[in-house]
């Protein structure tokens, strides 16, 4: 029997994940099935049970349960730990570890755009979980320079105060946007229906910068419009998503897989 694989989160229907990994797996001729799970917050404790007793090798983690995994899990990736949340979940033996492959995926992404990052000005608009993720992923390749702007400023305070970067946080009006090399929105402002609006007003930016967006629906939001007609080279969500999968895919088989085919493949679906 091949081995099983999956994605676990409430709602599930339209996660792209099982259509991308199977693709992958029959891509690189590997005997496994990837299947989406449809799990209530109420039944986690139950469904990991379950999961445990089908000898599932690993799955996905998304909303509402990337946080309250972690309590079911036998082991947690520091990276993970220091993020607060699990996407991926590897099954070693009767063991299941957590790991996060979302802010990590999305700094993989980023840096086939703007190169190294660790001396680079970065500002991340929101202080959500998504923030979380990649303030803690830019810190861990050596990132040194990196802000948040945030509506709720305790938000963006508690999440620096956790870290070890020197930080500055400020309001979405207050921060001087020319200031960065690359500005990372990480909230669900702009996403569809929303799409007249910005986190952040983006008029004129520094030479070279890159802006993106962690959203995909739309492919380009009202900040990714505003960026390039300032000049900013920019990047949609969907790099992220294809990279998160990607790093998770990777933990799972110990095989990188080909990302231009799963970003094709993720385009096709969407569109
Ligand atoms: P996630 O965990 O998925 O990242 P979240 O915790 O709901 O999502 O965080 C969403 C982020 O988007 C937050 O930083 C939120 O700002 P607050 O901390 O002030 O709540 C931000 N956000 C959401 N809607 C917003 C809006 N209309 N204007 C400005 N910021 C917004």
Same mark, same amino acid.
Request: proline share 3%; aromatic share 8%.
């Given at each position: 029997?091949?081995?099983?694989?999956?994605?676990?989160?409430?709602?599930?229907?339209?996660?792209?994940?099982?259509?991308?990994h199977?693709?992958? +797996?029959?891509h690189?001729?590997?005997? #496994?099935? $990837?299947?989406?799970?449809?799990?209530?917050? %109420?039944?986690? &404790?139950? =469904? /990991?049970?379950?999961?445990?007793?089908?000898?599932?090798?690993?799955?996905?983690?998304?909303?509402?349960?990337?946080?309250?995994?972690?309590?079911?899990?036998?082991?947690?990736d520091?990276?993970?730990?220091?993020?607060?949340?699990?996407?991926?979940?590897?099954?070693?033996?009767?063991?299941?570890?957590g790991?996060?492959?979302?802010?990590?995926?999305?700094?993989?992404?980023?840096?086939?755009?703007?190169?190294?990052?660790?001396?680079?000005?970065?500002?991340?608009?929101?202080?959500?979980?998504?923030?979380?993720?990649?303030? +803690?992923?830019?810190?861990?390749?050596? #990132?040194? $320079?990196?802000?948040?702007?945030?509506?709720? %400023?305790?938000? &963006?305070? =508690? /999440?620096?105060?956790?870290?070890?970067?020197?930080?500055?946080?400020?309001?979405?009006?207050?921060?001087?946007?020319?200031?960065?090399d690359?500005?990372?929105?990480?909230?669900?402002?702009?996403?569809?229906?929303?799409?007249?609006?910005?986190?952040?007003?983006?008029?004129?930016?520094?030479?070279?910068?890159?802006?993106?967006?962690?959203?995909?629906?739309?492919?380009?939001?009202?900040?990714?419009?505003?960026?390039?007609?300032?000049?900013?080279?920019?990047?949609?969500?969907?790099?992220?998503?294809?990279?998160?999968?990607?790093?998770?895919?990777?933990?799972?088989?110990g095989?990188?897989?080909?990302?231009?085919?799963?970003?094709?493949?993720?385009?096709?679906?969407?569109?």
């Amino acid at each position: 029997m091949g081995r099983l694989y999956g994605v676990i989160g409430d709602p599930i229907g339209h996660s792209l994940s099982p259509a991308m990994h199977n693709d992958a +797996f029959l891509h690189q001729d590997i005997d #496994a099935h $990837y299947e989406a799970f449809h799990i209530k917050e %109420a039944e986690l &404790a139950d =469904a /990991i049970q379950e999961l445990r007793a089908k000898q599932i090798d690993g799955f996905n983690v998304t909303t509402p349960h990337k946080e309250t995994i972690m309590q079911h899990l036998d082991e947690i990736d520091d990276l993970a730990k220091r993020i607060g949340a699990v996407n991926t979940v590897v099954r070693r033996g009767n063991r299941l570890i957590g790991y996060n492959t979302d802010g990590i995926g999305y700094v993989r992404a980023l840096q086939e755009l703007s190169g190294t990052v660790t001396d680079k000005r970065i500002l991340l608009v929101g202080a959500g979980g998504a923030c979380k993720a990649i303030y +803690f992923s830019l810190a861990s390749v050596g #990132a040194k $320079y990196v802000d948040i702007a945030n509506r709720t %400023a305790a938000r &963006a305070q =508690a /999440i620096v105060a956790s870290g070890k970067l020197i930080s500055r946080v400020f309001t979405p009006q207050e921060v001087n946007l020319e200031a960065y090399d690359i500005i990372i929105n990480t909230t669900t402002v702009g996403m569809y229906p929303q799409v007249n609006e910005t986190p952040v007003l983006v008029q004129s930016v520094k030479q070279h910068a890159v802006v993106s967006d962690i959203i995909y629906n739309p492919f380009e939001t009202k900040l990714l419009q505003d960026a390039k007609r300032a000049g900013a080279m920019v990047q949609n969500g969907i790099d992220m998503f294809v990279y998160q999968g990607a790093l998770a895919f990777e933990l799972w088989t110990g095989i990188w897989p080909d990302v231009a085919r799963m970003k094709k493949l993720v385009i096709q679906k969407l569109g």
